[in-house]
Nanobody
């Protein structure tokens, strides 16, 4: 069983910062990596950033240099520090976890989402 719980969304002015956090509760399986995706209503979901349990990171070009993802393997948490936020960062943000289910293979689990709104 896998449960992802996000926190930290909200409203901020352009240029401001927010920090998103996600805690994964996983039973019997392991976590291979975690990440954050976002979706604007009517548009495709976009991978924002990801990190493996070894600490290897990836960022979308649109957030490179502004967002920082980090993982705490002991606590099964992933954070996304978002700085210099822009109106185009407004979206629903979803925490994801790539779970190793043994013989059933890997599967990408999603949280419920948290809204981030950037507006003057």
């Amino acid at each position: 069983q896998v449960q992802l719980v996000e926190s930290g969304g909200g409203s901020v002015q352009p240029g401001g910062s927010l920090r998103l956090s996600c805690t994964a509760t996983v039973t019997n399986w392991g976590i291979n990596g975690m990440g954050w995706r976002r979706q604007v209503l009517g548009k495709q979901r976009e991978l924002v950033a990801s990190i493996t349990t070894a600490g290897k990171t990836w960022y979308a070009d649109s957030v490179q240099g502004r967002f920082t993802i980090s993982i705490d393997n002991a606590k099964n948490t992933v954070d996304l520090q978002m700085n210099d936020l822009k109106p185009e960062d407004t979206a629903e943000y979803f925490c994801t976890a790539l779970i190793d289910r043994g013989i059933m293979g890997e599967y990408d689990y999603w949280g419920q989402g948290t809204q981030v709104t950037v507006a003057a």
